[in-house]
Nanobody, 125 residues
């Protein structure tokens, strides 16, 4: 049974940093597409980055490019989201997601089969 568990959320001030972790169980992450999404109250869920764990290539939308970085640690079956220069508009619940095989173009939630429970990130001004 595939499970994803996120951690690392919290409250920070503007320009602060956080690192989120997503620990996978039930499979090995080295041949999956792993992504991070976020959802703020009243807004649609949006992708903030993905990594093709078999190749290591990543993709980010313009809203977070240069501030967010996804990395993987196959030995720990874990994917990370390093978030720097955080802004109040980054406040949201952050979710880890996975799909077997290579990533599809862009980041669409319907392309992912497995989801974590989310971790809250709050950025204050």
């Amino acid at each position: 049974q595939v499970q994803l568990v996120e951690s690392g959320g919290g409250s920070v001030q503007t320009e602060g940093s956080l690192r989120l972790s997503c620990v996978a169980s039930g499979y090995t992450v080295d041949n999956y597409c792993m992504a991070w999404f976020r959802q703020a109250p009243g807004k649609e869920r949006e992708g903030v980055g993905k990594i093709n764990t078999g190749r290591g290539n990543t993709y980010y939308p313009d809203s977070v490019t240069g501030r967010f970085t996804i990395s993987q640690d196959n030995a720990k079956n874990t994917v990370y989201l390093q978030m720097n220069s955080l802004k109040p508009e980054d406040t949201a619940m952050y979710y880890c997601a996975a799909r077997k095989g290579n990533c599809k173009p862009y980041i669409h939630q319907q392309d992912f089969d497995y989801w974590g429970q989310g971790t809250q990130v709050t950025v204050s001004s």
